[in-house]
């Protein structure tokens, strides 16, 4: 007997095992027979008040391993529900794809893949071939035939290439969603880089601008290999005064492009689509305004002594300006009444 009631004293705690062997209706159930027979196992050493003691603390223990497995779950659900979020929004970004097919440019090709390339190029260039005597052949027999039932008639028979080339042609015509994608490379002496999906040789202008420090300036770049980079700007010589700054780049109008770009961006540019495209009076443009930082926290001082270079430069550049108008007009606009107008205007 004594030997059976230690046995159900030890199983008080079995439901503490059974919570981290598994879950559901079953084991909730035998959970519940154990407890039941420690009880009584328990009553016979130590009273029904010990029972009823050890029976409370084996459930506790239960309680505790139950609630702490549950958070563990939870959280490694949480887990991978969040980083398979974060890799789907990664996949959908433009500038991820457009990212992706930039390092996929700069690759190195292996053996393996050149011979891949080798015997795919020589397959089609077979077929090719194939083809183009097959057709030649086919085209001459039918216009021999042609010419022999016209012989007769006094009819001419001849081949009309603008029938070619107005199917080449139409090839070409073909829509480009413009992409720009800019920031700058660090630093209190910044350059804007970039890369597009604009044709190279496209011609660029990068504007960056800061109100607070009323400060702007400009670069051209040109696109190479989906790529751009423009000089490095500064504040008439020194370092930019950090803070956010207005990113502008913007493509000028189709004909001031080259050939070259014309022939796949359009004439007037009439091939272009997207967000970027703007119609200006005086044809399509490309114009993309972001938002960038550069240095650290922005400071009001850095802010004012650029304010003041820029607006001392600008006065200097009024009465030189002013001064050259004054000397160009015999007796007309004094040099007071020029600055007077121009301060006006700014």
Known sequence: MEGVAIIALIATFLPFLVSLGGRGGVWKFLSFLFCC????????????GGGILAWIVAWVFTAVAASARRNEERFAKLERRLLAEQEAAVAASPVERLIRQQEFRQRFVTPRQILALVLVFGLAATLILLGVSSDQTTIS??????????????????????????SIAGKANKSLEA??????????????????????????????????????????????????????FTALGRPLPPGNYKLEITMPLASTQ????????????????????????????LNSVTAIKVGGTPSRSADEAVRRDNDAAMEKWR????????????????????????????
């Open 37 to 48: 027979f420690s009880i009584a196992g328990a009553a016979s050493i130590v009273g029904i």
């Open 141 to 166: 027999s039918k216009h021999d035939a042609a010419a022999e039932n016209a012989g007769g008639a006094g009819v001419n028979v001849h081949s009309d290439p603008s029938v070619t080339n107005a």
């Open 179 to 232: 992409v720009i994608i800019a920031q700058t490379d660090g630093g209190a002496f910044p350059a804007i880089v970039g890369v597009t999906n604009l044709p190279d040789d496209t011609k660029l202008m990068i504007g960056l601008r800061r109100k607070e420090a009323s400060y702007f300036a400009e670069a051209k770049v040109v696109v190479g290999g989906g790529q751009f980079k423009s000089e490095r």
């Open 258 to 285: 080259t050939s070259a770009v014309q022939d796949i961006i359009g004439k007037d540019g009439e091939r272009l689509t997207g967000k970027l495209v703007e119609r200006s009076p005086l044809g399509i443009i």
């Open 319 to 346: 009465r030189e300006s002013c001064q050259y108008i004054a000397q160009l007009s015999a007796g007309g606009r004094t040099l007071a009444e020029c600055m007077a107008k121009m301060s006006q205007k700014n």
